[in-house]
């Protein structure tokens, strides 16, 4: 097998078979065909299209689906730490004592990052669901249990108070309107002066090469999202109330991390 090849196996550190199976599985493969029409038509469902409701949904209904999804989402998670931790290397985290992980799935970024820094407590906020089967989460493998919680809820509706909340692959799944609600819960609840931190794919400008620019594509076709510049970022959080504080980037520039404060 060759050395990428290797990235299939599902013990290997690095492991991308999980993402593989979702993006080449039967449900995501099937979405691309509505792009013509969605394009003709403007409506962004092809889930709707497909499967008679959006993803999250579908979800809910079909568990084969939802055990293939939550598996690329932890197959992700190694990469991006990578990246995420590395892009914040520089950042002085000294008045941050609380972050607060919104849709954090089950638990491993955040629990990387408690690893990295000994002073922070977590809270994980995920859906029920997610987080039920306590063998999956990741806070006693990696030895932060005693910092980190996991709290059931609804990012729709409300956010635990924290210092700083982090969402990684999470305002890239909704519309405009959708990311504003979810941004003005945790400046409710965020305590003076304190921030939050968007982990994405950010767009770079017209004419650089990206990953971000195609996975755009599958974000118009898989749910109400999509990928954004660091301007449109900025804008989300401004209209949300938050101040811009500046974004920072791993040196491959694969995800950046856009950095807002509560005034």
Request: with cysteine.
């Given at each position: 097998?060759?050395?990428?090849?290797?990235?299939?196996?599902?013990?290997?550190?690095?492991?991308?078979?999980?993402?593989?199976?979702?993006?080449?599985?039967?449900?995501?493969?099937?979405?691309w065909?509505?792009?013509?029409?969605?394009?003709?038509?403007?409506?962004?469902?092809?889930?709707?299209r497909?499967?008679?409701?959006?993803?999250?949904?579908?979800?809910?209904?079909?568990?084969?689906?939802?055990?293939?999804?939550?598996?690329?989402?932890?197959?992700?998670?190694?990469?991006?730490?990578?990246?995420?931790?590395?892009?914040?290397?520089?950042?002085?985290?000294?008045?941050?004592?609380?972050?607060?992980?919104?849709?954090?799935g089950?638990?491993?970024?955040?629990?990387?990052?408690?690893?990295?820094?000994?002073?922070?407590?977590?809270?994980?906020?995920?859906?029920?669901?997610?987080?039920?089967?306590?063998?999956?989460?990741?806070?006693?493998k990696?030895?932060?249990?005693?910092?980190?919680?996991?709290?059931?809820?609804?990012?729709?509706?409300?956010?635990?108070s924290?210092?700083?909340?982090?969402?990684?692959?999470?305002?890239?799944?909704?519309?405009?309107?959708?990311c504003?609600?979810?941004?003005?819960?945790?400046?409710?609840?965020?305590?003076?002066?304190?921030?939050?931190?968007?982990?994405?794919?950010?767009?770079?400008?017209?004419?650089?090469?990206?990953f971000?620019?195609?996975?755009?594509?599958?974000?118009?076709?898989?749910?109400?999202?999509?990928?954004?510049?660091?301007?449109?970022?900025?804008?989300?959080?401004?209209?949300a109330?938050?101040?811009?504080?500046?974004t920072?980037?791993?040196?491959?520039?694969?995800?950046?991390?856009?950095?807002?404060?509560?005034?």
């Amino acid at each position: 097998m060759t050395e990428t090849g290797e990235l299939l196996r599902s013990d290997h550190p690095q492991t991308l078979r999980g993402v593989t199976l979702l993006e080449e599985g039967p449900e995501h493969y099937a979405l691309w065909k509505h792009l013509p029409a969605m394009v003709r038509d403007g409506k962004q469902n092809a889930f709707m299209r497909e499967f008679g409701r959006m993803a999250f949904d579908h979800a809910v209904r079909d568990g084969g689906y939802a055990e293939v999804f939550d598996n690329a989402m932890s197959s992700y998670s190694s990469a991006q730490a990578e990246w995420v931790l590395s892009a914040l290397e520089p950042y002085d985290f000294s008045k941050i004592t609380h972050v607060c992980d919104v849709g954090g799935g089950h638990g491993y970024m955040m629990c990387r990052l408690l690893a990295q820094y000994p002073h922070l407590k977590g809270t994980v906020l995920e859906r029920a669901e997610v987080i039920a089967d306590s063998s999956r989460l990741w806070a006693r493998k990696l030895g932060v249990s005693d910092r980190c919680r996991y709290v059931a809820g609804d990012m729709f509706k409300a956010a635990p108070s924290a210092d700083g909340y982090m969402m990684k692959l999470i305002l890239h799944d909704w519309n405009d309107d959708e990311c504003v609600r979810i941004l003005e819960n945790q400046l409710e609840t965020a305590t003076p002066g304190g921030r939050v931190f968007i982990i994405e794919h950010v767009i770079p400008e017209p004419g650089i090469p990206h990953f971000a620019k195609l996975f755009d594509i599958h974000m118009m076709c898989w749910g109400t999202g999509r990928e954004r510049t660091e301007e449109e970022y900025a804008a989300l959080l401004k209209k949300a109330g938050w101040k811009y504080v500046a974004t920072w980037f791993p040196p491959s520039h694969a995800m950046g991390v856009v950095e807002g404060a509560k005034a």
